[in-house]
């Protein structure tokens, strides 16, 4: 069997520049101010075909992207819970919000999210991991209880 060994180095080149990319990507994400301006982008271009979110923790989540309907004619619970089952990392209110409003419901405010957020903390379906202040804020997490729903 005959190696291409050209096609072996362009490949070994994109890993590299990959691998730089994510050098950076982390090195933006450990200073606040880059990490606000990358959230800001994450989260308004959300509805690219990537549907990549940015949280506080710098950690990046790729959302599924939803038919073109999206979340419409669900109630806000139920389309809150599916963002957060497709995220099933950590996540924020604005990175919820930002998600139903690129996909079916555009005028859920951040406001009634977190309203229906701290309704599924009182209920288990979700937990406080740290609590913000200031501009920084909330990160929760799923609990199992939401996950085996």
């Keep these: 069997m005959a190696l291409n060994i050209a096609a072996l180095d362009a490949e070994l080149e994109s890993m590299k520049r990959r691998a730089q990319m994510i050098e950076e990507i982390k090195r933006l994400a450990a200073d606040p101010e880059a990490l606000a301006l990358l959230e800001k982008i994450a989260t308004t271009n959300s ?11 710098g950690q990046i989540t790729l959302l599924q992207v939803k038919d073109k309907n999206g979340y419409a004619g669900m109630s806000q619970i139920n389309a809150i819970r599916q963002v957060i089952r497709t995220i099933g990392t950590q996540f924020v209110v604005g990175s919820i919000g930002a998600e139903l409003r690129n996909n079916g419901i555009p005028d859920i405010s951040n406001i009634a ?6 309704r599924l903390q009182k209920n288990g379906e979700i937990r ?15 609990t199992e209880s939401l996950k085996a729903v």
């Design 47 to 57: 509805a690219s075909a990537d549907g990549a979110l940015l949280s506080p923790s």
């Design 113 to 118: 999210v977190g309203r229906v957020l701290q």
């Design 128 to 142: 406080l991991v740290e609590e913000g202040a200031g501009n920084q804020p909330n990160v929760y997490e799923p």
